[in-house]
């Protein structure tokens, strides 16, 4: 089956999902919305091919118990300030072999997990709560003074800090990160056919098993509590987190600085970006 037959059946696979999902909706939304909400918490892959075995041969590799699952982390050592790349949704520590090269380069120490259910880590279901809860426990344990993240990452590790300040590093780092969830998972729910009903649903759902309201849940509002500088990098044509969400960030953080790429999109893969990171912490180590 060559690519594009393949990617045909995968799409016509997933509006399938949808209509069975809108089906289930005319009789009961809240069910609905709990199949919706299962379905965008189960990694399709864990993508482990992904995982570049000369970079990594290079790591110590080391194991964390967090909620009952081993989150897998690999470790660069370097002499220079500890930085944790925390990577999203459908991802796993590889995506950031280029940014590890280039920080080897400058010195740092650097420190990078598979989030719960990606990569090596344990689990079968993945949320922003449960990554956050994750990199708690390796922020307690390793101390970096710098964390990157990108796109979920990047608002688990604000959610973190959010709600445990004292953990703060010396500087965060966010790319390409969605501002509000409400929005992210609608984007999400029109890509598969779903309905008004099943989106209600969802909401509904979140809110009985997280205790928030899921448009309660945005990264622009929590960083206003932040203490700490820190680089926003966002994509104009970014198609998963739009342009504004970037700016709502940046304009909420106090004393953050922004850049915008274009071409990039969503991943941010691109010298530019390893560049403003590399310069941005460079501007910031500590003395």
């Known amino acids: 089956m060559n690519r594009r037959i393949k990617t045909k059946v995968s799409q016509l696979a997933v509006l399938a999902i949808g209509g069975y999902v809108n089906t289930v909706a005319l009789f ?4 609905a919305g709990k199949i919706a909400l299962d379905l965008f918490s189960k990694p399709r892959a864990r993508k482990h091919k992904l995982h ?19 989150v897998h982390f690999f470790h660069w050592v370097g002499e220079g300030p500890r930085v944790m790349l925390a990577h999203g949704w459908e991802s ?9 090269r280039s920080l080897q380069k400058n010195g740092y120490d650097i420190v990078a997990p598979d989030a719960p259910s990606h990569g090596l880590s344990g689990g079968e279901t993945f949320n922003v709560v449960l990554y956050a809860d994750a990199l708690r426990e390796l922020m307690i344990s390793l101390r970096p003074q710098t964390l990157i993240g990108h796109s979920a990452g990047g608002m688990a590790a604000v959610f973190l800090l959010y709600n445990h300040p004292e953990l703060a590093p ?3 780092v966010l790319l390409a990160v969605p501002s509000e969830l409400n929005l992210l998972m609608d984007r999400f729910r029109r890509m598969v056919g779903m309905n008004d009903k099943v989106f209600n649903g969802m909401q509904e759902v979140f809110h009985l098993q997280y205790g928030w309201k899921m448009s309660d849940f945005a990264i622009h509002r929590f960083i206003q509590k932040l203490k700490i500088p820190g680089l926003v990098v966002h994509d104009e044509a970014d198609p998963i987190a739009p342009m504004e969400e970037g700016l709502s960030i940046h304009e909420n953080w106090k004393g953050s600085r922004f850049t915008a790429t274009q071409g990039l999109g969503h991943s941010l893969h691109g010298e530019e970006v390893v560049r403003a990171i590399i310069d941005y912490l460079e501007d910031h180590k500590p003395t």
């Open 170 to 172: 010396k500087n965060l």
């Open 92 to 100: 796993n520590a590889s995506r950031w072999e280029v940014l590890v």
């Open 52 to 70: 570049d075995a000369d970079l990594l041969s290079e790591a110590r590799q080391e194991g964390m118990e967090v909620n009952g699952h081993t």
């Open 28 to 31: 009961s939304p809240r069910q």
